[in-house]
């Protein structure tokens, strides 16, 4: 599969099969989210892989009851070890570091076989407290990661005129 495949097939997928990760196709997708760039090569992520069934419904409650979460065999919570570190720009570095790890880890995934959904609603603090995740840490994203179990349509993007210009903002 091209990168180009990938990216075109990838959907947030909300229905998983009853069906396991093969721990080598796990580790693929860590990799991928592992050797991703961030700002000064900070490497902020750290992900815990939970898989049990209570901590999985746990963590779909505390995503405002979002419950397909809970049915992917693998919920990645994708955490940030962080100072806060701005960027001369005025940007923090931590959020979009670990966006581009998730998403290295989303396009792998599909190249799996496997579907992922970002999931962003969710209690920050109910997410910490059930995974003893420490004060300082922050969770930018839940990511449940299975076999889908169902193929949506794409859906509707910006066209190209929308979200470009040329040499000044003329939006
Ligand atoms: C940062 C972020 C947070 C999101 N949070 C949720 C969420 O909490 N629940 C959900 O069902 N989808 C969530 N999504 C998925 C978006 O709804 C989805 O990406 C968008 O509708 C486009 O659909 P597609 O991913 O299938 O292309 C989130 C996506 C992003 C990028």
Redesign the pocket.
């Known amino acids: 599969m091209t990168v180009e495949e990938a990216i075109l097939s ?3 997928i ?1 229905r998983f099969q009853n069906r396991d990760i093969e721990p080598d196709k796990l580790h693929a997708v860590l990799e991928a989210g592992r050797i991703a760039p961030s700002a000064s090569n900070r490497q902020e992520w750290r992900y815990i892989a939970v898989k049990d069934s209570t901590r999985r419904r746990q963590l779909a409650e505390a ?1 405002r009851q ?1 419950f397909f979460v809970a049915e992917a065999p693998v919920v990645l919570v994708c955490c940030a070890d962080t100072n806060e570190h701005i960027m001369t720009c005025g940007q923090k570095c931590y959020p979009i570091d670990l966006a581009i790890s998730i998403d290295h880890m989303t396009l792998r995934a599909v190249e799996l076989g496997l579907g992922t ?5 969710f209690d920050e603090n109910k997410v910490k407290n059930l995974l003893s995740i420490p004060a300082a840490i922050r969770v930018v ?1 839940l990511l449940p990661i299975g076999y889908p179990a169902e193929t ?1 349509s ?2 509707s993007r910006l066209g190209m005129a929308q979200m470009t210009c040329e040499e000044i903002w003329r939006f």
């Open positions: 990838r959907r947030s909300r995503a979002q959904c970002w999931i962003g609603a994203n949506p794409p859906r």
